[in-house]
Each structure stands twice: as structure tokens, then as C-alpha cells.
């Protein structure tokens, strides 16, 4: 079998669509048989665990009534009949004689450790001298005071804890308080309470029972549902080729039948974009061929007129001094007028300038171009005007050196007419940020500023031939159109954004990276 029929196969098995019966059964039952077992397991472990426990607890009630009526017949009425009292703190000879009996009492009963409080919680006997008088406080062990209320109590000790008297427990111990009562010739007396005794237990072979029972369960629980996962597994097998065959038949099918659609509509999605962008960009070139036919024709009717104006106004700036006028007034105000006639006559020159410059666009004579290097060129031709108006120009160039292909004189153009916007749209004392990046395929170019900003219902139509954000008589509206054109033919694209009025404006041209083949 080839390695593509292989690799087929396989992602037919595990294909989210398809039902594959074999897989998804072995896969349930192992995880089934693997929980139920664990379960099953840890139930039986518990029952033997507290079984066990609850004989140890029999077993140590046992010892401790043996004990508790060998002490009073041997030594406490014994002590009683020669001393009068029982000092075991103080009578070392009493203390000697208690444990001397006790010792020979739990010999061969598997005991650790033993202790003997009185009803105050103190340790009057231990077999580990050491701890004779300690202090248990009232509430400090639950099962003292259990135990000291007449109720005995139990506690498993298990590796790595401490006992109540802050001893570490290297194995497991059945920790067990039972009440110590007087006797009466041989009877015992449950009014009279005495104290408490607590012993000790190995419970080793506790934890090794528990092991045996929790392994056999494990193995009685497993192997009898493996079984039936046999048994199960040859029934399903036979089901599982007939459900295969006709899912692989139905799944390649559908997916044939998805991949069409999915190639048709990314086909049909493409096309929709290539003949929407073909609509806007016919329908720009259209209006701007209109609009560029109409500016040609103004400008040449009306550029003539216009430079005789000028020619006239700028005739009699020079005769002012010969002129004889009847007032002083007619002297005062005469000369201010020639020169609004002659300075609107040059604006008017300048307007019809950029509609030739706009009607004539030059081709591009397209060259590498060091994408760095033009801004901070472009920064120092405007050196003037950015002290005029005291403001802050940051410029965050890209720390690899990006290479464009384009005509070096109109993105000069463009990244001039994009700072002297954002300074005359920024108030004294504002600041401009230039920030260059390549990203992907593209260089890209950020000019921001802190100035007035744009409302969101003129973003559509900044880039508009005759559309202008200024302020009467401060713009044509040509220079961003322009700018418009030079991208385009540069293959890039130029947008912009703003937040609204007084928070300032980015705008941001992509430009294809220059790569040499």
C-alpha cells in the first residue's frame, strides 16, 4: 500500500465526521474497564481497610481490659495495701513494679507503644520513659477526650504524620484510647473511671492486606471484562465493515462535493473583489479624466487674463509715489487694495498651477529608493516651518533599511504634502510622529499628529478632488487627491484615521518592498 493511500486511511479513522465503530468501542472500553477496575478496586481496598481496622480495635479493646484488670489486682491494690497511695512520678519503685507487669502483659501482643493518662490528660506511664508526664490539653487530641468521656476512640497513623506527642510515624499504626476502670474483686466497675489507656499497633500487615485485596480486585474485575470486551469486540467488528464502508462511501462523496463549493466560492468571492475594485477604480479615473479635462480648460482660459491682472496691479504698486491723491484717506486705503488685488491674483495663479499639475500628471520614472533615507530629507525641507510653529517631529525609522520601487520626486511629493498637512492641522507647540516598519511584503509609513482631526463623516471623502478640511481660502483640495494618484500607480494604498475633533489624525501608506531578483 502506498504511503498516500496509507496516510488516507488513517485520516479516514480518525476523521471528526466519520463514525468509526472498531475505534471509538476499544477506545470506551479500555477506558472503562480501566475506571471500573480502579473503582472496584479502591471499594474492596476500603471495605478490608475498615474491616481490618475494626478488628484491630476489638483486638485492642481486648488488651486493654487484660491489662487494665492485671494492673489493679497487681499493683494498684497491692500499692495501695503498702504505700497508702500511687505516686508513679515521684515513687520510682512503684513506677518499676507498674512496669514490670505491664511489659510482661503485652509480650507477643505486636505493641509499639503504650500509655496510661490520668483524667487531667497527663501521661503518668509509658514504656518509653521519656514521655512520662507530658500534658495533653483538653481539645489538642479528639480522641483523648473521647476516650476520657468514656468512649473509646481510634486514629490511623499513617508514614510521614505525627502522633499526638509530636512524634514522626516511620509506618503505618493503629493509634487506640480506651477507658481504664476500677475493679471490684475481679468485676469491673464502669462508675469509676481512672483514666486512659492508649496503645500502639503495627499495622504493617494492614497495609499489605489491603495491597492483596486491591491487586486481586483489580485482576477479578479486569480479566472479566476483557472478556466480555472480547466477546463484545467480535460482534462489533463485523458491524464495524458494513458502517465503514458506507461512511467512507457518504464522507468522500461530501467532501468532493465541499471542496467544489469551497473552490467555487472563493472563485466567485475573488472575482465579486477584482470587479468591485475594477468599478471604483474605473469610476475614479472617469472622474478624475472629467475632472482633470475641465481643470486643463479653466486654467488655460482663465491663466491669461489673470497675468495681465497681476502685470497691471504689480504696474501701479510701482507708480504709487507719482500718484496725486485728493485725500488721505483715498492715500491710505488705495495701496492696501492694489495689494489684496495683486496677492489674490497670484493665489488664483497658484490654484491654477496645481489644476495643471493635477489635469498633466508626469509618469513615474520608477528606481530603488531608500525609504529612510527620503523622509529624512523630506524632514529637512521643512525645517522652516516646523520652527515656526515650535513643533516636535519624532521620527521612529525601521531598524532594517527598507527599499521601495517607485519615483523618488513624487513620494517626495507625497511625504511632503502629508507633514505640511499634519503642521498646519497641529497647533503651536504640537507634535508629529513619522514611524516607518515593513510589514510582510510592504513598507509602511505612519504620519501622525496632535491636531485638529477629522470627523468621521469626512474620512470617506479626504482623498476627493476639491475636498478640504481647511478653512476658506487656505486649500484647494488637490493635494491629497493627488497624493491618491501617485500611491496608486505605485501599486500602494493610503488610508486614514482619526478619533474626531481635537484628537488629532493618521495617515498610513503601504508600499511595495523593492526585492532584486
Not at 462523496?253 to 468571492?269: G, Q
Amino acid at each position: 500500500m502506498s504511503d498516500k493511500h496509507q496516510n488516507k486511511r488513517w485520516f479516514s479513522i480518525f476523521h471528526p465526521e466519520k463514525f468509526h465503530l472498531m475505534l471509538y468501542y476499544s477506545i470506551t472500553s479500555f477506558v472503562v474497564i480501566g475506571i471500573v477496575s480502579f473503582v472496584v478496586g479502591e471499594v474492596f481496598s476500603r471495605i478490608e481497610k475498615n474491616d481490618l481496622i475494626e478488628r484491630s480495635e476489638k483486638y485492642a479493646g481486648y488488651i486493654v481490659n487484660h491489662i487494665n484488670l492485671e494492673m489493679y489486682e497487681a499493683f494498684f491494690v497491692p500499692s495501695m495495701d503498702k504505700y497508702g497511695y500511687i505516686d508513679l512520678e515521684n515513687n520510682k519503685e512503684q513506677f518499676n513494679s507498674l512496669d514490670k507487669i505491664i511489659k510482661s502483659n503485652i509480650y507477643g501482643f505486636n505493641l509499639k507503644k503504650i500509655y496510661l493518662f490520668d483524667m487531667n490528660g497527663q501521661i503518668v506511664y509509658s514504656n518509653i520513659s521519656e514521655h512520662v508526664g507530658y500534658i495533653l490539653e483538653r481539645g489538642e487530641n479528639l480522641q483523648l477526650d473521647s476516650a476520657i468521656k468514656s468512649v473509646p476512640a481510634s486514629a490511623l497513623q499513617e508514614p510521614g504524620m505525627k502522633d499526638s506527642k509530636g512524634v514522626l510515624v516511620d509506618e503505618s499504626m493503629l493509634e487506640s484510647y480506651y477507658p481504664v476502670y476500677e475493679y471490684n474483686g475481679g468485676i469491673v466497675n464502669r462508675e469509676k473511671q481512672t483514666g486512659v489507656m492508649e496503645i500502639y499497633q503495627n499495622m504493617k500487615e494492614l497495609d499489605i492486606q489491603i495491597a492483596r485485596a486491591h491487586k486481586k480486585a483489580v485482576i477479578i474485575t479486569g480479566s472479566s471484562m476483557g472478556l466480555l470486551f472480547l466477546i463484545l469486540l467480535l460482534i462489533i467488528k463485523k458491524a464495524s465493515n458494513v458502517i465503514r464502508l458506507k461512511t467512507d462511501q457518504l464522507v468522500e462523496a461530501r467532501d468532493n462535493l465541499e471542496e467544489n463549493v469551497v473552490e467555487r466560492t472563493e472563485e466567485i468571492k475573488q472575482t465579486y473583489e477584482r470587479l468591485q475594485e475594477t468599478q471604483k477604480r474605473l469610476s475614479r479615473s472617469e472622474k478624475l479624466a472629467g475632472i482633470g479635462t475641465l481643470a486643463a480648460g479653466v486654467a488655460h482660459e482663465i491663466n491669461n487674463p489673470l497675468a495681465s491682472v497681476a502685470s497691471c496691479a504689480e504696474g501701479l504698486m510701482n507708480r504709487m509715489d507719482s500718484v496725486d491723491f485728493k485725500s488721505k484717506d483715498d492715500e491710505e486705503v488705495f495701496p492696501d487694495y492694489l495689494k489684496t488685488i495683486y496677492d489674490e491674483t497670484y493665489r488664483c495663479k497658484d490654484i491654477i498651477s496645481k489644476l495643471l499639475d493635477f489635469s498633466r500628471r508626469q509618469v513615474p520614472v520608477f528606481g530603488e529608493v531608500d525609504m529612510n533615507a527620503l523622509i529624512a530629507n523630506v524632514v529637512k525641507l521643512i525645517g522652516r516651518q516646523k520652527e515656526l510653529k515650535k513643533l516636535s517631529i519624532e521620527l521612529n525609522y525601521s531598524p532594517v533599511s527598507v527599499t521601495i520601487y517607485g519615483d523618488v520626486n513624487q513620494l517626495q511629493q507625497v511625504f511632503l504634502n502629508m507633514i505640511l498637512n499634519a503642521i498646519d492641522a497641529t497647533a503651536d507647540g504640537g507634535k508629529i510622529k513619522i514611524t516607518t516598519t515593513g510589514v510582510d511584503d510592504y513598507a509602511q509609513i505612519i504620519f501622525e499628529d496632535t491636531g485638529c482631526g477629522i470627523v468621521p463623516e469626512d474620512l470617506d471623502k479626504i482623498f476627493e478632488p476639491f475636498f478640504t478640511t481647511k478653512s476658506p481660502g487656505k486649500g484647494t483640495g488637490l493635494g491629497l487627491s493627488i497624493c491618491y494618484g501617485i500611491i496608486e500607480e505605485h501599486k500602494g494604498k493610503i488610508s486614514v484615521s482619526s478619533n474626531g475633533i481635537g484628537k488629532g489624525t493618521a495617515f498610513t501608506i503601504s508600499l511595495p518592498i523593492y526585492e532584486k531578483t
